[in-house]
């Protein structure tokens, strides 16, 4: 099984920064395409940013010029800076990632337990 970690979620007022971490590990021959998701209470899980591993990136329309996505594909690890944050960025963040295993060509969506950020006004 392939696990994928989560870690620097917490508390932080408005305007401020946080930055996010997440390792895969397991038997993991690749990885296409790794980001983040978000679900705030009452609302459905939506896509944060993603990053591919030839350096492609991706953003919701609400966090363009304040989150900032990258990678370390040596590490099989990706990490979300959120500056300038508002309290609707209120969530649980979840990593995801699409892997390869060996012996096989297709890609399996994992997905990580998830960290809590919370932003105060």
């Known amino acids: 099984q392939v696990q994928l970690v989560e870690s620097g979620g917490g508390l932080v007022q408005a305007e401020g920064s946080l930055g996010l971490s997440c390792a895969a590990s397991g038997s993991i021959f690749g990885i296409n395409a790794m980001g983040w998701y978000r679900q705030a209470p009452g609302k459905q899980r939506e896509l944060v940013a993603t990053a591919t591993s030839a350096g492609t990136t991706n953003y919701a329309d609400s966090v363009k010029g304040r989150f900032t996505i990258s990678r370390d594909n040596a590490k099989n690890t990706v990490y979300l800076q959120m500056n300038s944050l508002k309290p609707e960025d209120t969530a649980v963040y979840y990593c995801?990632?699409?892997?390869?295993?060996?012996?096989?060509?297709?890609?399996?969506?994992?997905w990580g337990q998830g960290t809590q950020v919370t932003v105060s006004s």
């Open positions: 995801a990632a699409d892997v390869r295993k060996y012996l096989t060509t297709t890609f399996i969506r994992y």
